[in-house]
């Protein structure tokens, strides 16, 4: 079974952009999440999605937001880029609605500069 | 609120050595409690797990961890290091009342000397 695959893996990007990440889950597996990694914070919860609908969002402004698709595929768009969103965007995907385990991609290295 | 402490940022210990790295967590019920470990350029990887019962939970690459509620801490233990457990660990607590969510320490990075 293929794992979490997310693309693209590096990106740079200048302030002011947008961009789009994207998460294909294990296959059977109906919930996805998002996560933000930085150095000395940590993983951040960003939101999580089961069947199309957002069930959770962390403390993001809303430059951030996110979507899935009925095939379970994520996206997670982050709009009018600043320095401070360079991080790994982690997803992770899970089988059923409560997450007990989470699978989680290599994530995205993203660079503003 | 809701919250993971790792306090140690970086340890370094020498193969072979025993492990413990430590975890403690703020959290209104008794919580799912994790431990993931992550390579250079890799995403998060399960090592174990604890939801109820046995305090003390066994997990992938001979590691371990103990649950103590009194100390709202869940320590995760490995009596002989190999060069590969290089790597950073993260402690994290999952959503028990559908909140759906993780809560993640900020990880301890283990450096293993030959």
């Known amino acids: 079974k293929a794992g979490v695959t997310q693309t693209p893996r590096y990106l740079i990007k200048t302030r002011g952009q947008q961009v789009t990440l994207s998460c294909s889950p294990i296959?059977?597996?109906?919930?996805v999440s998002w996560y933000q990694q930085t150095p000395g914070q940590g993983l951040q919860f960003l939101f999580e999605?089961?069947?199309?609908?957002?069930?959770n969002k962390g403390n993001f402004p809303g430059r951030f937001s996110g979507r899935q698709f009925s095939n379970s595929r994520s996206e997670m768009n982050v709009s009018t880029l600043e320095l401070g969103d360079s991080a790994l965007y982690l997803c992770?995907?899970?089988?059923?609605?409560?997450?007990?385990?989470?699978?989680f991609g290599s994530g995205t290295q993203l660079s503003v500069l | 609120a809701q919250s993971v402490t790792q306090p140690d940022i970086h340890i370094t210990v020498s193969e072979g050595a025993s492990l413990e790295l430590r975890c403690n967590y703020s959290?209104?019920?008794?919580?799912?409690l994790f431990w993931y470990v992550q390579s250079p350029g890799q995403g998060l990887q399960l090592l174990l797990k604890?939801?109820?019962?046995?305090?003390l939970v066994q997990g992938i690459k001979g590691f371990e961890a103990e649950f103590k509620r009194s100390q709202s801490s869940f320590n995760l233990r490995k009596p002989s290091v190999h060069w590969s457990d290089a790597a950073e660990y993260f402690c994290?607590?999952?959503?028990?009342?559908?909140?759906?969510?993780?809560?993640f320490g900020t990880g301890t990075r283990l450096k293993v000397l030959a």
């Open positions: 992770a995907s899970s089988q059923g609605p409560t997450n007990e385990k989470l699978f």
């Open positions: 296959s059977g597996h109906r919930s």
């Open positions: 999605y089961f069947s199309e609908t957002q069930r």
């Open positions: 959290y209104g019920a008794t919580p799912y």
């Open positions: 604890y939801f109820s019962g046995d305090t």
């Open positions: 994290a607590v999952g959503a028990t009342s559908g909140t759906y969510k993780y809560i």
